[in-house]
């Protein structure tokens, strides 16, 4: 009967527009962290989908406080099993290093000892100004870094200790996940060497 049909789908609209309300978990209980760049699909590259996920994007796909926030959140309060970090090769955090920024802002005159980090928090201040390169983070090696977000992630208390944690990097030359430090090309290239 069509009024069967109609009453499924307002109820499946509803659980949808109310999930959190009613507890619903993400559909894979997965919280994504990966980096912003436009050249990381990180829906296509994980293969989830609109509702599998909660994803979390910033500059580099790190750890920040915003990181852990909201981490924190659906870790403890949405139900969410896994964590998933996705860095990738060629990332522009890793096209400058921290001084070369804070030189860059300090000549735009903006003073980073009594610079608010969050407008909503104005006593959550850098009081040292060096703290600042620890604070944006950037980075040389993207293996590593992918390595150290998951140990930040798993050593954190807000974090609960039963809650898989994984990293992967994504090859924007090949349009590929890999876990950190497996280059296939790289070995590959090692036994050719040991062959010749
Ligand atoms: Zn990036």
Known sequence: MLHQQMDA???????????????IPNNRRLWVLACMD????VEEALG?????AHVFRNA???????????????????????????NHTECGMMSATAD???EALREKHIDLAKLSLNPAVPEL??????????????????????????????AHPLIPSEVQIHGYVYEVETGRLRAPHQILG???NTAQEMRA
């Open 38 to 41: 436009e050249r990381l699909p």
């Open 48 to 52: 989830i989908r609109l509702g599998d």
């Open 186 to 188: 790289r070995r590959v």
């Open 9 to 23: 789908d307002i109820a499946a609209r509803a659980d949808w527009a109310l999930r959190r309300q009613r507890g």
């Open 60 to 86: 580099g796909g790190i750890v920040t406080d915003d990181a852990i926030r909201s981490a924190m959140l659906t870790c403890n309060f949405f139900d969410t099993r896994e964590i998933v970090v996705v």
């Open 100 to 102: 070369q920024l804070v």
């Open 125 to 154: 201040k850098l009081s040292d100004p060096k703290a600042f390169g620890k604070w944006i983070g950037m980075f040389s090696d993207v293996d590593a870094t992918c390595a150290a977000q998951v140990e930040l992630l798993r």
